[in-house]
C-alpha cells in the first residue's frame, strides 16, 4: 500500500509484467490512478513549435507573433499536460505555500516524457533569488534533479518578480532577466545540445530569453526546451 501524496488515500499501485522486468527504470508511484487522471494530457494535435493544442496542426498565434522576432529560428518546446484548473492549484500550494513534497508528485507525471528526449545538456530555469531564499528550495532544480543530470548554467537577476505573477502583456514586455553564471559555463559546451527546463510554458517569454543569453556564449549549440505544462 502506498499513500496518495495528493488526496492521501492509500492505493495499491499498478505494476504491469514490462515494469517486473526491468527494475532499474521502476519508480514507486507517489499519487493515486484518480488523482493522477485529474492531469489532462496535451492531446496530438499540436503546434509544431511549442506543443499548445490547436484544432488543426500547425503554427499557434504565440509562435507565429515570436516569429516576428525570431525569424524561422524558434524554439521547440515538448510539453505533456493541458495547465487546467488542477495543475494551477497543485502549482499554488508547491510554490505560494512552499508545499516541497509536491515535487514528488511533478517528477512522476513528467518523468516518463522527459527520458524520451535525448540532450548533452540540461539546463533548468532558475528561480529568483527572493524567492529561492524565503522557500529555501529551487522549484525547478527540485522537479529535476531527480531526474536527469542538471548544469544550472542560468542565474536569475534579483527583483524582476515572478512571471506567474504577470499578465500576459507584462510578460511579453518583460526585460532579460537571466544572465550565465561564469564559473559554470565551458567552451566545450559550444555545440552540444541543450534541454532547457521548465514547469510552465505560458507566454514563452522565459524560454526565450533563457535560449537569448545561453546563445551568447553557446551560439553553435542546439537549444529546445521541456515544460511540464502548456
Ligand atoms: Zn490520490
Ligand atoms: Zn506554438
Known sequence: MNECLLCKQEFIPEISFLQIFSWSK???????????HQFERLSEIRCKYCSKNMNVAGTCHDCLDWQQIYGQNLLYNYSVYRYNDYFHDLM?????????VLYEVLQEICYKELLKIEADLYVPIPTSPEHQQKRQFDTISAIFSGLVPLTPLLKKKSGCGAQGEKNKHERLASSQSFYI??????????????????????????????????????????????????
Open 181 to 230: 553564471d561564469k564559473e559554470k559555463i565551458k567552451k566545450s559546451f559550444n555545440g552540444k545540445s541543450i534541454l532547457l527546463l521548465d514547469d510552465i510554458y505560458t507566454t514563452g517569454r522565459t524560454l526565450y530569453h533563457a535560449r537569448d543569453q545561453l546563445l551568447q556564449f553557446l551560439p553553435d549549440s542546439e537549444i529546445r526546451s521541456f515544460s511540464i505544462c502548456r
Open 92 to 100: 499554488v500550494n508547491y510554490k505560494r505555500y512552499d508545499d516541497y
Open 26 to 36: 521502476y519508480r514507486e508511484p507517489k499519487i493515486c490512478f484518480r488523482c493522477l
